[in-house]
């Protein structure tokens, strides 16, 4: 599964680092990073985390992130 | 009926079990002034400005009935930072967080995911054969004070102890006009005191041997912010108890009620338990544990939808009402495991937004997975249930149900 994140839309509550600390990260207070190619044992994670997120800035998905760069 | 009653009537215990038809009423209105003065906001766009907006103040002390609402507490007693407003609200929030998730400590809260499975299947496991269940009682009441008190440190043979505390502190908190609240008020503030207490002493022995819990780490945190004192560590570790207690309880129960009365959703989770995350986020919308915000302040003249809410009066948001707003939900009223774009207030929002939420979502996740797993098929013994008096905190007292004959 791939994941990415709106940067744009994200506003940094952090509700996916608590979720998925291994996928996405925080620095600082307001920086989020995250892995977009998720491995197999985080996939319960991310779509926790998908749903946790508050302005649904997360997309996760075979297809997340194709051809968008 | 007028407008200036709805208070009293969202209040009124015959309305527990369906409140959502005088939300829609003050909806209609926006903002409603009470006949006592307060201000009831229902409406989503409102309530989150409101929730967003510096000039409003969660410390009751800048109200203009503060002496009134404070009487019989320590004004010298450290107050917790739900009931603070920054920069002290962000400098203890921000200490305690350090030790809670990240950016310091971005592993605590998933590393609890095998206790909260633990902790949920014992409890399901103690279910056993029987055939009637009160879903309250038998498995959603025991289980967050279990997974708080795992997370601070406290020992298992003091959690009876801390739970008894912890449901007088929350009695404490529900004011329905018609009883006489003098009493349950003096036994909260007992309660609450014994608990910081404990927690105080607690604190001090993991001061000189920390145990690796979030008590020993917040009791010797040296960050850039300093370290909480005594009073700050005993507020604070009390306040962390207290809001995710019943809170939890309560989501937890909704969770079997609305699946109870929509055996679709029941059975599609039933089939595809990739859907609990968005689902649980559904029943922070549909039916939130917190109702309202009771505690708000405005700390100038506010203008609200047109109406002016004085400096110093009770502004109450309806938190419940503005989740059903269908100026921000498609079909409001509809219970949809799978609702997109779902920003509801179910844990607030702006600066006091929920510490607990990501705590709160997992263990209700995992509650309602390992219970649906274990019931087989189920129905619903009473519905309407027996509701609990609190209209803040609003949940069912008991939810019998009887396995056999439901869905799945
Ligand atoms: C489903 C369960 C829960 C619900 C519905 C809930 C709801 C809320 C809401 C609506 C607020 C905002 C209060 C305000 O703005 O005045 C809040 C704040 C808070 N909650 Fe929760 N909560 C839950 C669970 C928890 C848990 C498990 C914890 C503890 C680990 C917790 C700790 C807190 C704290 C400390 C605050 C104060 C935040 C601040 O003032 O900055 N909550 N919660
Ligand atoms: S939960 Fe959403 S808004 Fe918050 S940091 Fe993650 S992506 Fe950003």
Not at chain 2, 135 to 164: K, M, S, T, W, Y
Not at chain 2, 292 to 304: G, K, S
Request: proline share 9%; net charge negative; aromatic share 6%.
């Amino acid at each position: 599964m791939r994941v990415v994140v709106d940067l744009n839309r994200c506003q940094g509550y952090a509700q996916c680092a608590f979720l998925a600390p291994r996928v996405f990260e925080l620095h600082g207070e307001e920086a989020l990073l995250y892995t977009p190619a998720v491995p197999n044992d985080q996939r319960e994670r991310v779509l926790q985390a998908v749903a946790a997120c508050p302005v649904q800035a997360i997309t996760a998905g075979e297809q997340a992130g194709a051809g968008e760069l | 009926m007028s407008t200036d009653t709805l208070f009293r009537r969202i209040t009124d215990y015959a309305n527990r079990p369906d409140p959502y038809p005088l939300y829609a009423e003050l909806r209609e209105h926006g903002v409603a002034r009470q006949e006592d003065g307060a201000f009831l906001v229902g409406t989503y766009d409102e309530i989150t400005a409101l929730l967003h907006d510096p000039r409003v103040s969660s410390d009751v002390r800048n109200r203009d009935d503060a002496e009134e609402l404070l009487a019989g507490e320590d004004p010298a007693a450290p107050r917790s930072f739900i009931a603070l407003d920054d920069p002290e609200h962000d400098r203890l929030r921000r200490l305690a967080m350090r030790r809670f998730g990240p950016p310091h400590t971005p592993g605590r809260i998933d590393a609890l995911r095998q206790d909260i499975t633990a902790i949920a299947e014992d409890l399901a496991r103690g279910l056993g054969e029987k055939q009637h269940i009160d879903i309250v009682d038998d498995f959603a009441f025991p289980l967050p004070v279990a997974v708080i008190c795992r997370l601070l440190g406290v020992p298992g043979e003091d959690v009876p102890q801390v739970h008894e505390w912890a449901d007088a502190v929350v009695a404490g908190l529900d004011f329905s006009p018609e009883e006489e609240p003098a009493e349950r008020r003096r036994t909260a503030l007992q309660a609450r005191q014994a608990m910081g207490v404990y927690l105080g002493e607690l604190a001090r022995t993991r001061r000189e041997r920390p145990t690796g819990d979030l008590l020993s780490q917040l009791a010797n945190e040296d960050g850039p912010d300093g370290r909480l004192t005594d009073g700050e560590l005993m507020s604070t570790a009390t306040l962390l108890l207290i809001a995710g207690h019943e809170t939890t309880v309560n989501l937890i129960t909704n969770g079997v009620l609305t699946l109870g009365r929509h055996p679709e959703a029941l059975q599609r989770l039933c089939d595809d338990p990739e859907l609990m995350p968005r689902a649980v986020e559904e029943l922070l919308r549909f039916e939130p544990p917190v109702q309202f915000l009771p505690q708000r302040t405005p700390l100038a003249d506010i203008e609200v939808a047109g109406v002016t809410v004085p400096k110093g009066a009770p502004l109450i948001l309806v938190l419940a009402s503005g989740n059903r707003d269908p100026l921000r939900f498609p079909e409001p009223d509809r219970f949809r495991p799978d609702r997109e774009d779902n920003q509801h207030l179910g844990f607030g929002s702006g600066v006091h937004s929920c510490f607990g939420a990501p705590l709160a979502r997992l263990e209700t996740q995992i509650a309602l997975t390992v219970l649906l797993r274990r019931l087989g098929s189920w129905r619903l013994l009473a519905d309407p249930p027996e509701y609990r008096r609190s209209p803040v905190l609003r949940g069912p007292r008991h939810l019998p149900v009887e396995r056999g004959g439901g869905v799945s």
